[in-house]
C-alpha cells in the first residue's frame, strides 16, 4: 500500500515562503504523478499543481492562482515531491494535501478524484 506524509506546514507572513514536502513510501515509483491540494474552511478541496513523472521526463501543472510563486518538483529524496510556495497570500491558507497515482500522462489533473492515494495533510496558515 502507498503511504503519503506531507511536511513543512506551519505559520508565515504575508509575504513569505514555504517549502512542503510529500514522501511516499511502500512501492518503487517509476511512473507516477503527485498532486497538491489544498482546503480552506468551508471551501471545497481544491489542486494546487502536479507533476508527472517518468524514469526520463516530468511535466507539471499549475492552477492559475499560483502560477508565478508556488514551484513543483521533485525532492532530493528518492520518491519525495516538493512544493516551494512564495509571496504567500492570507487566502493560501489551508490544509495542504498531497495525492498521488501510479500513471505517467502528457498533462496531469488537479481533479481529486483522478488520484488513488492521499496523505492525512499538513496546515499552512499566512498571517501577520
Known amino acids: 500500500q502507498l503511504q503519503l506524509v506531507e511536511s513543512g506546514g506551519g505559520l508565515v507572513q504575508p509575504g513569505g515562503s514555504l517549502r512542503l514536502s510529500c514522501a511516499a513510501s511502500?512501492?518503487?515509483?517509476?511512473?507516477?504523478?503527485i498532486g497538491w491540494f489544498r482546503q480552506a474552511p468551508g471551501k471545497e478541496r481544491e489542486g494546487v499543481s502536479c507533476?508527472?513523472?517518468?524514469?526520463?521526463?516530468?511535466?507539471?501543472n499549475y492552477a492559475d492562482s499560483v502560477k508565478g510563486r508556488f514551484t513543483i518538483s521533485r525532492g532530493n529524496a528518492k520518491n519525495t515531491v516538493e512544493l516551494q510556495m512564495n509571496s504567500l497570500k492570507p487566502e493560501d491558507t489551508a490544509i495542504y494535501y498531497c495525492?498521488?497515482?501510479?500513471?505517467?500522462?502528457?498533462?496531469?489533473?488537479?481533479?481529486?478524484?483522478?488520484?488513488?492515494?492521499w496523505g492525512q495533510g499538513t496546515q499552512v496558515t499566512v498571517s501577520s
Open positions: 511502500g512501492f518503487t515509483l517509476d511512473y507516477y504523478t
Open positions: 495525492a498521488a497515482i501510479m500513471r505517467f500522462v502528457s498533462v496531469c489533473s488537479h481533479s481529486t478524484g483522478w488520484y488513488d492515494y
Open positions: 507533476i508527472t513523472i517518468s524514469p526520463s521526463q516530468s511535466s507539471t
